[in-house]
């Protein structure tokens, strides 16, 4: 009667990787349970998500170093593997709700989320490629458009990109406090995307800081995002609480994969109950005001019943 925090599947957003080929499937090494699936596969791990009663998901490709360039070109290219997985999603599941990621790391040869040019990212000149890419998710089908790149400017950039072309109805999940995190790696893993110099500091945020969030959250509103994201969440509760208290907008925060391995990692030696530890960190997220939580729990916590 008194509970003041609850989860449900609405509220939940599952993170997917993908590969180019037919039936295939790879499990992410640091990642036990996740899989990179090929586009049939992604279509049959969607279903039985539906079926679940989860209907959001985020999606990430994991490319050919071949394919990879300085300029991200492969982003935006029609007929590639993520512009195709989405169209086919949406063909298939017109009820499924598509994030899209915006960002140039899993095509830049780089690794990097921006252009690099003599070691530095160029940021204005990135925000070309990011308008490109997310006006080529919103052609193909997307719903929200999730730019996770952190360049100064590109909400309002890709908003106006996006309603200058009539997609006016796509949202912007924002990545407002995203941090320059040690637990990305996981993720980096899985879609091969690691910097190939330096890390992401100079555009990424730093962990020490909290107020610098505020001023994130009032650039990402007054640009036009629809949602703002802190990432990761378990180390940045107390800035989810914070961008909560100031803000209307809905928060989502990102349990990310380095949160998700150490769980697992945990749970196979026999350290912790996994459905207690994993309930009680999803609930503490939305405890802490995200209204959204992108987590690779998603599928697991509604297939065994934990919520
Ligand atoms: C990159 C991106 C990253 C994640 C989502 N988008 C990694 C990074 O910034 O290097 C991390 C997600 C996770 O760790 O689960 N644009």
């Not at 899209?100 to 000149?125: C, F, K, Q, R, W």
């Not at 924002?174 to 990305?184: E, L, M, P, R």
Request: hydrophobic share 40%.
């Amino acid at each position: 009667m008194v509970q003041e925090t609850h989860l449900s599947a609405a509220n939940l957003i599952f993170p997917l990787f993908i590969i180019d080929g037919n039936n295939q499937r790879t499990e992410v090494a640091s990642m036990p349970g996740i899989y990179r699936n090929s586009v049939d596969n992604l279509l049959r791990e969607i279903e039985s998500c539906l079926k679940l009663g989860l209907k959001s998901f985020d999606l990430f490709p994991n490319l050919e170093e071949a394919i990879k360039d300085k300029y991200a070109t492969e982003s935006y290219r029609d007929g590639s593997l993520y512009l195709n997985a989405i169209s086919e999603v949406k063909r298939h599941f017109p009820e499924a709700i598509v994030i899209t990621d915006v960002a140039m790391d899993p095509y830049s040869s780089d690794g990097h989320d921006g252009i690099v040019e003599d070691g530095h990212i160029l940021n204005d000149e990135t925000l070309e490629v990011l308008g490109k890419m997310a006006l080529a998710h919103a052609q193909s089908g997307a719903d929200i458009i999730a730019p996770s790149d952190m360049m100064d400017g590109r909400v309002g950039y890709i908003r106006q990109v996006l309603d200058d072309n009539g997609f006016t109805g796509v949202s912007i999940m924002s990545y407002t406090a995203k941090y320059a995190s040690a637990f990305y790696g996981p993720f980096r893993d899985a879609l091969n995307s690691a910097p190939k110099f330096g890390d992401k500091k100079t555009y990424q945020m730093n962990p020490a800081n909290q107020r610098e969030a505020l001023i994130e959250a009032d650039l990402d509103e007054a640009e036009g995002a629809d949602f703002l994201m802190v990432k990761p969440a378990l180390a940045y509760l107390d800035v989810i609480k914070l961008l909560k208290d100031n803000t209307d907008l809905p928060i989502a925060a990102y349990n990310v994969s380095g949160e998700y391995a150490m769980v697992k990692a945990a749970i196979q030696k026999g350290w912790l109950n996994e459905e207690r530890a994993i309930t009680e960190i999803l609930t503490s997220i939305r405890r802490a005001g995200a209204t959204a939580i992108l987590t690779y729990h998603a599928k697991e916590v509604l297939e065994n019943g934990w919520i």
